[in-house]
């Protein structure tokens, strides 16, 4: 149940970045379009800001300020990930290790989708 709950999160997490990014996919500049091989790559578009942020009137200073933490925190918050997705492996190693031989074969046939009479 755990591990639905965790794919659920996960797949809503995904689908709510996608959507931040969605807006902004089309605000490709004349200059961005235009770059030829062997040229600087384009900068890439600033974060979007959190919701409704746009609609406080943020001064230059304001959403530069904001922006910064933004990225900063992404690059936490994805080191993090990585460092579940590890451990979580992990956790797999060591609940398997606790499975016999004809359970762990089982456990690899149900994960595969498989019933119990194929």
């Known amino acids: 149940m755990l591990r639905v709950r965790l794919c659920v999160l996960a797949l809503l997490s995904g689908l709510a970045v996608a959507g931040l990014f969605a807006g902004h996919a089309d605000e490709a500049t004349d200059k961005d379009k235009g770059a030829k091989k062997g040229e600087e790559k384009p900068k890439k578009p ?3 800001l959190p919701r409704y942020f746009e609609q406080l009137g943020l001064r230059q200073d304001q959403e530069r300020a904001i922006r910064k933490a933004q990225a900063s925190y992404r690059a936490k918050i994805d080191e993090l990930r990585k460092r579940i997705e590890k451990l979580r492996a992990e956790e797999r ?3 398997e290790k606790v499975l016999t031989a004809e359970q762990l074969k ?3 046939e149900l994960r595969a989708g498989k019933k119990p009479n194929d």
């Open 46 to 48: 600033p974060l979007p």
């Open 106 to 108: 089982r456990l690899r």
């Open 93 to 95: 190693q060591a609940t």
